[in-house]
């Protein structure tokens, strides 16, 4: 069992910065990979990022690429997603989810076993 904890959202203004925290605690396997989801009412919950823990390969959804980062801390056993440059089109709520399973498509969120509560990003114009 893997639990996750979000955290560090908030009302900025675009253009402002803003980074999200992902506590994980519980048993998560070498081959885990992390990722960043967000999602708006009345659409489907999109992928931002992804980290793989293993190779430390990432990756990102278009709409994000260069403004977004996703980074781990294995001291503090978490992963962030620092986020630059935010747009009002940015507002969701952003969730953190793992998976342990290997070569699967990561930009899928039905292969992501765990899930975060979530936590809300509100970007003002």
């Known amino acids: 069992q893997v639990k996750l904890q979000e955290s560090g959202g908030g009302l900025v203004q675009a253009g402002d910065s803003l980074t999200l925290s992902c506590a994980i605690s519980?048993?998560?396997?070498?081959?885990?990979?992390m990722g960043w989801f967000r999602q708006v009412p009345g659409k489907e919950r999109e992928f931002i990022a992804a980290?793989?823990?293993?190779?430390?390969?990432?990756y990102y959804a278009n709409s994000v690429k260069g403004r977004f980062t996703i980074s781990r801390d294995n001291a503090k056993n978490a992963v962030y997603l620092r986020m630059n440059s935010l747009k009002p089109e940015d507002t969701a709520v952003y969730y953190c989810?793992?998976?342990?399973?290997?070569?699967?498509?990561?930009?899928?969120?039905?292969?992501?076993?765990?899930w975060g509560q979530g936590t809300q990003v509100t970007v003002s114009s």
């Open positions: 989810a793992n998976t342990n399973r290997y070569g699967t498509n990561l930009y899928d969120r039905g292969n992501y076993d765990y």
């Open positions: 980290f793989r823990w293993y190779d430390e390969i990432t």
């Open positions: 519980g048993r998560s396997s070498s081959r885990s990979t």
